[in-house]
């Protein structure tokens, strides 16, 4: 059983580039959401989405798109990237039975 | 939506118990308290959960007072490999409750030798 899977689990970007992290779970969890960690912090909610084709917004919303197209899936788009959105992003979900939330390894994002 | 508050930072020696309070004086009814250990270039973990009084399980105990507005989650006899951000969080689990999940800004939990 996989989990949450992020991908890719590095990258590293110029200012003004593009680029979507997928996140996928094999668990048929409704809720999905997507965090950001900068270093020394604590998570931070970018987007999150309650089921297939519904997303909204977090606390940090600013800069990300995303969508949620199938239910297993949740992709997180950065349309102009920049040096603030240096980070690690945490792709996790929600088991409606238990309220367990099952993150995935991360991503390591570099905005140079 | 619950706005939690601990500890920053909380050092501790092995073999010792840890207790780390958490504060969240505006859980609502539905809301339920789950703390989170996160290892560092790792993705949190569930550690436990509970509503009310007291939970236990292999790892840890949750204890919650009756009018919910703190927990404290306790770490018997605390090894090296229990140096981890400690995270309580705070909203609905089941169902349709609770899509929006704020983490507070965690514990920092050091064991030293």
């Known amino acids: 059983n996989a989990g949450v899977t992020q991908t890719p689990k590095f990258r590293v970007l110029k200012t003004g580039q593009s680029m979507t992290l997928l996140c996928a779970q094999d668990?048929?969890?409704?809720?999905m959401y997507w965090y950001r960690q900068d270093p020394g912090m604590g998570l931070r909610l970018i987007h999150y989405?309650?089921?297939?084709?519904?997303?909204a917004k977090g606390e940090v919303p600013d800069g990300y798109n995303v969508s949620r197209l199938k239910k297993q899936n949740f992709l997180l788009g950065l349309e102009s990237a920049a040096p603030s959105q240096t980070s690690v992003y945490f792709c996790?979900?929600?088991?409606?039975?238990?309220?367990?939330?099952?993150f995935g390894e991360g991503s390591r994002l570099t905005v140079l | 939506l619950a706005k939690t508050t601990q500890p920053i930072s909380m050092d501790s020696y092995e073999g010792q118990e840890v207790n780390i309070t958490c504060s969240h004086n505006?859980?609502?009814?539905?809301?339920?308290i789950t703390w989170y250990q996160q290892f560092p270039s790792q993705g949190p973990r569930f550690i436990i959960q509970g509503y009310k009084t007291k939970v236990t399980n292999e790892v840890a105990s949750l204890f919650i007072p009756a009018d919910r507005k703190s927990s404290t989650l306790s770490l018997p006899r605390v090894s090296l490999s229990d140096t981890a951000v400690y995270y309580c969080?705070?909203?609905?689990?089941?169902?349709?409750?609770?899509?929006?999940?704020?983490f507070g800004q965690g514990t920092e939990l050091s064991v030293k030798p």
């Open positions: 969080l705070v909203g609905g689990v089941f169902g349709n409750q609770g899509g929006k999940l704020i």
């Open positions: 996790a979900s929600k088991s409606s039975g238990t309220g367990e939330l099952f």
């Open positions: 505006n859980i609502a009814t539905n809301d339920y």
């Open positions: 668990m048929n969890h409704e809720y």
């Open positions: 989405s309650v089921g297939e084709g519904t997303t």
